[in-house]
């Protein structure tokens, strides 16, 4: 997820995008989805949320065991589209395991089924001598900073500060 996009990062959009990726690897558009396209082609309106759901639900049949990556949840649209999206890809009849990251969010409205917590927070340490490293290899940074410790300090504390509420 992208905090940019998060407006457009709808249900729906995330749906298609999961969709669109598992019928790339089968290498060929199923016919379900072609006449899906020329149905609302010729009404000029879009899927609905269902359609896209019953496409997904036709394309997973297609694999044995599905991987769901989704970081950064908390950047989606809103609390009831992050319930809906999880409730989508865990009614799927394939087997759907999914990974999620996320800042924290509350939980219990999500009804997550046999979910493994983990909490993950940043060594301050590890991210200084990251950020520090990185200022010295981007080339930009490096030609900005390399005569200015005050400039590269002030970037590597502010990274660093930044990153205590990951």
Known sequence: MQHEKRQSQTTINLIASIWKQLVRSLGSLPQDARNLYSQHAKQGSRPSIIDMFDLLESVSSEFSKIFVVIDAFDECKDDDSRAELYKLLTDLTTAVNVLITSRFIDLEAFEFKDMTEMHLSTNEED?????????????????????????RKEIINKVVENSKDM
């Open 127 to 151: 991210v200084r001598r990251y950020v520090s490293n990185r200022v010295t290899s981007i080339k930009a940074l490096r030609r900005r900073s390399h005569n200015d410790e005050t400039l």
